[in-house]
């Protein structure tokens, strides 16, 4: 086959390409987040920008308000549910009141989650139930319900499950102490891709980012409590080892990733976990030498 006949083979395939700009417009869209602020503020905010309809579930009534009155103070369309996401009959509510506030369920993000840095010879049943219960346990029926919503709707959507880089170990370098944070972050790899191998033929793709370390208010409520109960050595290991941990300070980093995953960009992704984490793996080279 001559070169001008390969060319305009492949001119062909550029005239059903949607315009670039139209691949991260959610108008239409429903989508369900849990999680009021950090991580899933942002997500809510980058989701209602790209003209999706968001409906959000946590805990706290009063911040859900705030959160639900800046958003519409912003031109934005979000609803506000109180949810607490380890809890079915929350999280059943919550969909139900997508659907009745605006119709379908197209995109789900499970962002709410809990941690708490213990040793693992301290751990005790009690935090750990409460940390599988909504990291793990809480995002599965979570998507198993928004799915059920897709499959009645008939139009597909969009589920991206949120890891973290928890789910190698990769936690403050140094430092672990967060095995229920762990083996729950490592859950959820192992259940988007059991997921996305069943939901495929509904037209739903499942795909799954895993963050690194953020500054949120969460991660330095965690610090806190922690460091009460190990006390100043606790803090000074932290500061000199948490030196050697990437952390992004803007969550805005990672929620682009998350806001991507739900548009036309994962179309053709399955299972997939996407590590947004700053190379916390790597160790980078600091001198060019070349």
């Given amino acids: ?3 001008e006949t390969l060319f305009y083979m492949s001119v062909d395939t550029l005239e059903d390409l949607k315009p670039i700009g139209s691949i991260f417009d959610l108008s239409g869209k429903v989508a369900v987040v849990t999680g009021t602020l950090g991580l899933a503020l942002t997500v ?39 949810t607490d996401a380890s809890k079915l009959e929350d999280i059943h509510e919550l969909i139900a009141f997508a659907e009745k506030t605006y119709d379908t369920v197209d995109l789900v993000v499970p962002i709410a989650a809990v941690w708490e840095a213990r040793a693992f010879l301290d751990m005790e049943e009690e935090t750990w139930d409460r940390i599988l219960d909504t990291d793990l346990k809480g995002q599965y029926f979570l998507c198993q319900a928004a799915a059920r919503s897709m499959i009645r709707g008939g139009r597909g959507g969009k589920i991206v499950t949120i890891s973290s880089v928890a ?11 967060m095995t229920p944070y762990n083996a729950a972050k490592a859950g959820v790899v192992g259940m988007t891709k059991g997921m996305a191998r069943e939901l495929k033929q509904y037209g739903i793709n499942v795909n799954c980012v895993a963050p690194g370390g953020m500054v949120t208010p969460g991660a330095m409520m965690n610090g806190v409590r922690t460091s009460k109960l190990y006390g100043p050595e606790y803090d000074k290991d932290l500061m000199k080892n948490g030196k050697e941990t990437p952390v992004a300070a803007n969550p805005d980093e990672v929620a682009l990733m998350i806001v991507a995953m739900c548009t036309d960009i994962s179309n053709y992704m399955y299972g997939q976990v996407i590590n947004v984490d700053g190379g916390s793996q790597f160790s980078f080279q600091e001198t060019p030498w070349a």
């Fill in 167 to 177: 789910y190698r170990a990769d936690d403050v370098a140094k430092m672990a102490m």
């Fill in 44 to 82: 809510i905010y980058r989701l209602a920008e790209c003209g999706a309809s968001v409906v959000f579930g946590a805990r706290n009534q009063q911040v859900g308000a705030m959160v639900e009155k800046e958003m519409k103070e912003r031109g934005l369309r979000a609803a506000f549910k109180q």
């Fill in 1 to 3: 086959m001559d070169k």
